[in-house]
């Protein structure tokens, strides 16, 4: 199994120099918890990994229940969207968010399955059969 890590500082060179000023002139993250939804690209936060059998992305979802979420294949590009909404006194607000996410064209679409436990969404996209490793012995 092999994880992949997005590294959005790859994306935006000035991500890392942004950072550094936040916290030295306001002591931290002066935009809030409701940025940990989001990369400075404006997308989920994702990790990709994969065994022989499946392609798997997890993204924490805190405070998402799973009616707010909708997860859709087409194209052999995985897309998650959802929104946080939050309540505080008498206001309310959300935090929108999404991820498309290019899978091939090797994915099972009949069995995906995704589950949100605890805050944590798993996608599992089992790999086509044709695709899978197989051992051959040599006569």
Not at 32 to 41: D, I, K, Q, Y
Not at 122 to 137: F, G, W, Y
């Amino acid at each position: 199994m092999r994880l992949i890590k997005y590294d959005n500082r790859s994306v935006n060179p000035f991500a890392e120099l942004d950072r550094l000023f936040s916290e030295a002139l306001w002591g931290g993250n002066r935009y809030g918890w409701e940025r940990m939804f989001e990369s400075p690209t404006g997308s989920l936060r994702v990790n990709l990994y994969h065994d022989d059998d499946a392609l798997y992305v997890t993204s924490e979802l805190p405070g998402v229940s799973k009616k707010d979420v909708s997860i859709q294949l087409e194209n052999a590009v995985l897309t998650i969207r959802g929104e946080r909404k939050m309540k505080e006194d008498k206001t309310e607000s959300s935090v929108a968010f999404e991820r498309a996410i290019t899978v091939g064209e090797d994915i099972n679409a009949d069995k995906i399955k995704a589950t949100l436990e605890d805050g944590i969404l798993t996608v599992t996209l089992p790999k086509a059969e044709h695709r899978k490793p197989k051992a051959i012995t040599v006569s």
